[in-house]
């Protein structure tokens, strides 16, 4: 009898062991580095930016390219940032205007590794393939394992997708909440 309950625990602890590990990894990418569905006014400004990448994120960002000088922020109010600003794997840059997307693609893939642009087309396109591959989808439908979802709490206002959603990444300004309930299993 001791011996059955015992089995029973252990296949019980192996199989959340398992269970543990099988759990799908994703890149989680903050929207502008807004990461906490707040502080949109702060939206692409290097203070949002250096908090979510200090949260542990890696960061969409959107750059222009003006006369050889690097912003980022809004069209309205550009902020100037150094190339090296800008610069490593945790930046997924979304060039912004024909300048910055010529100039990119001339520049080393390691110092620059994930940048893309949209079409500015109608309808929109389905996707925008970054330069290191991956396809950027806008929505909460991974094109394949390379999609990453593209700000799908527009879709999904209660980004319960998101929960068993198996892609390469997740680009959203709720990657809190995301993590947490892909994490947790909670669902609110």
Not at 55 to 72: H, K, Q, T
Not at 106 to 113: D, G, N, Y
Not at 164 to 176: A, D, E, P, V
Request: proline share 7%; hydrophobic share 40%.
């Amino acid at each position: 009898m001791c011996l059955h309950i015992y089995n029973a625990v252990a296949v019980s602890l192996v199989d959340r062991v398992i269970a543990r590990f099988n759990k799908y990894y994703m890149f989680y990418i903050s929207y502008l580095g807004i990461f906490e569905g707040k502080d949109y006014e702060d939206a692409n400004t290097p203070p949002q930016i250096s908090k979510s990448l200090q949260a542990g994120f890696s960061c969409l960002i959107e750059v222009w390219r003006v006369d050889g000088i690097l912003y980022v922020g809004t069209e309205e109010a550009p902020i100037e940032v150094p190339q090296k600003y800008i610069q490593g794997p945790r930046f997924w840059i979304n060039c912004k205007n024909t300048e910055m997307q010529e100039w990119i693609a001339t520049q080393p893939s390691k110092l620059f590794p994930n940048y893309f642009h949209f079409d500015a087309s109608t309808p929109p396109p389905a996707y925008a393939t970054v330069s290191n591959g991956k396809l950027m989808t806008p929505g909460n439908t991974p094109i394949n394992d390379d999609s990453v979802i593209y700000l799908p709490e527009i879709a999904d206002r209660g980004l319960f997708i998101t929960v068993h959603l198996r892609c390469y990444g997740i680009c959203s300004s709720y990657l809190t909440f995301i993590t947490r309930m892909r994490n947790e299993g909670i669902w609110y």
